[in-house]
Protein backbone atom coordinates (compact mmCIF):
# COMPACT_ATOMS: atom_id res chain seq x y z
CA UNK A 1 0.00 0.00 0.00
CA UNK A 2 2.52 2.67 0.76
CA UNK A 3 4.58 2.11 -2.36
CA UNK A 4 1.11 3.04 -4.38
CA UNK A 5 1.52 6.22 -2.56
CA UNK A 6 5.23 6.72 -3.46
CA UNK A 7 6.65 5.74 0.01
CA UNK A 8 9.74 3.36 0.13
CA UNK A 9 9.48 0.03 2.18
CA UNK A 10 12.33 -1.70 3.62
CA UNK A 11 10.90 -4.72 5.52
CA UNK A 12 12.75 -6.05 8.92
CA UNK A 13 11.81 -8.94 10.21
CA UNK A 14 12.20 -12.13 12.52
CA UNK A 15 11.42 -16.01 13.27
CA UNK A 16 10.86 -15.26 16.70
CA UNK A 17 7.08 -16.05 18.29
CA UNK A 18 6.20 -17.39 14.61
CA UNK A 19 2.99 -18.57 13.89
CA UNK A 20 4.31 -20.51 10.97
CA UNK A 21 7.45 -22.20 9.92
CA UNK A 22 9.79 -19.88 8.67
CA UNK A 23 10.09 -22.22 4.86
CA UNK A 24 6.13 -21.49 5.03
CA UNK A 25 6.69 -17.90 6.02
CA UNK A 26 9.27 -17.80 2.99
CA UNK A 27 6.87 -19.54 0.65
CA UNK A 28 4.06 -16.64 1.65
CA UNK A 29 6.15 -13.83 1.20
CA UNK A 30 7.41 -15.25 -1.96
CA UNK A 31 10.87 -14.67 -1.06
CA UNK A 32 13.82 -16.41 -3.40
CA UNK A 33 16.47 -15.58 -1.46
CA UNK A 34 17.97 -18.43 0.27
CA UNK A 35 17.60 -17.87 4.10
CA UNK A 36 20.02 -18.32 7.09
CA UNK A 37 18.62 -19.10 9.81
CA UNK A 38 21.48 -18.88 12.20
CA UNK A 39 20.46 -16.41 15.04
CA UNK A 40 23.60 -14.14 14.87
CA UNK A 41 22.95 -13.85 10.86
CA UNK A 42 20.67 -12.12 8.48
CA UNK A 43 19.39 -12.24 4.77
CA UNK A 44 19.05 -9.15 2.92
CA UNK A 45 17.30 -9.19 -0.26
CA UNK A 46 16.35 -6.42 -2.46
CA UNK A 47 13.38 -5.07 0.03
CA UNK A 48 13.54 -7.04 2.92
CA UNK A 49 15.71 -8.31 6.02
CA UNK A 50 15.25 -11.62 7.57
CA UNK A 51 16.71 -11.85 10.93
CA UNK A 52 18.20 -16.08 11.66
CA UNK A 53 16.75 -16.14 14.82
CA UNK A 54 15.42 -13.03 16.24
CA UNK A 55 16.33 -8.63 16.12
CA UNK A 56 17.99 -9.27 19.65
CA UNK A 57 19.73 -11.93 19.54
CA UNK A 58 21.26 -10.66 16.36
CA UNK A 59 22.15 -7.30 17.74
CA UNK A 60 23.89 -8.71 20.99
CA UNK A 61 26.40 -11.19 19.12
CA UNK A 62 27.04 -7.91 16.91
CA UNK A 63 27.17 -5.33 19.46
CA UNK A 64 28.90 -6.61 22.70
CA UNK A 65 27.23 -3.94 24.82
CA UNK A 66 23.57 -4.38 23.48
CA UNK A 67 22.33 -6.51 26.38
CA UNK A 68 23.66 -4.10 28.76
CA UNK A 69 22.28 -0.75 27.20
CA UNK A 70 18.81 -2.85 26.53
CA UNK A 71 18.37 -3.54 30.03
CA UNK A 72 19.42 -0.16 31.18
CA UNK A 73 16.59 1.21 28.62
CA UNK A 74 14.14 -1.47 29.74
CA UNK A 75 14.49 -0.43 33.42
CA UNK A 76 14.54 3.55 32.68
CA UNK A 77 11.59 3.20 30.63
CA UNK A 78 9.80 0.64 32.25
CA UNK A 79 9.09 -1.16 28.95
CA UNK A 80 9.58 -4.52 27.29
CA UNK A 81 8.53 -3.10 24.29
CA UNK A 82 11.68 -4.42 21.88
CA UNK A 83 10.69 -1.67 19.11
CA UNK A 84 10.97 0.76 21.62
CA UNK A 85 14.25 0.10 23.07
CA UNK A 86 15.73 -0.59 19.68
CA UNK A 87 14.82 2.60 18.66
CA UNK A 88 16.40 4.21 22.24
CA UNK A 89 19.54 2.11 21.50
CA UNK A 90 19.91 3.70 17.94
CA UNK A 91 18.77 7.40 18.65
CA UNK A 92 21.86 7.20 21.68
CA UNK A 93 24.47 4.91 20.26
CA UNK A 94 26.72 5.98 17.39
CA UNK A 95 26.88 2.20 16.76
CA UNK A 96 25.71 1.02 13.12
CA UNK A 97 24.74 -2.54 12.82
CA UNK A 98 26.12 -4.66 9.67
CA UNK A 99 22.82 -5.04 8.22
CA UNK A 100 22.14 -1.36 7.94
CA UNK A 101 25.54 -0.47 6.20
CA UNK A 102 24.59 -3.23 4.16
CA UNK A 103 21.09 -1.65 2.77
CA UNK A 104 22.67 1.70 2.65
CA UNK A 105 20.50 3.45 5.02
CA UNK A 106 23.05 4.91 7.43
CA UNK A 107 25.39 6.62 4.20
CA UNK A 108 24.23 10.12 6.09
CA UNK A 109 25.13 9.17 9.53
CA UNK A 110 28.41 7.53 8.53
CA UNK A 111 29.91 10.17 6.40
CA UNK A 112 28.59 12.78 9.15
CA UNK A 113 30.40 10.18 12.34
CA UNK A 114 33.39 10.35 9.71
CA UNK A 115 33.50 14.13 9.88
CA UNK A 116 33.48 14.38 13.74
CA UNK A 117 36.36 12.15 14.58
Known amino acids: MFKAFGYECFVLFDADN???SN???ITQ???A???????????SGSEFIYFG???EKYMRAEFA???EIEAKY????STESKPMIAKII???????PGFVKEIGFCRVKLSVLSNEE
Request: proline fraction near 3%.
Open 18 to 20: SQI
Open 23 to 25: DEL
Open 29 to 31: LDI
Open 33 to 43: TPINNDETSFT
Open 53 to 55: KNF
Open 65 to 67: EYG
Open 74 to 77: KAAY
Open 90 to 96: AQQSNFV
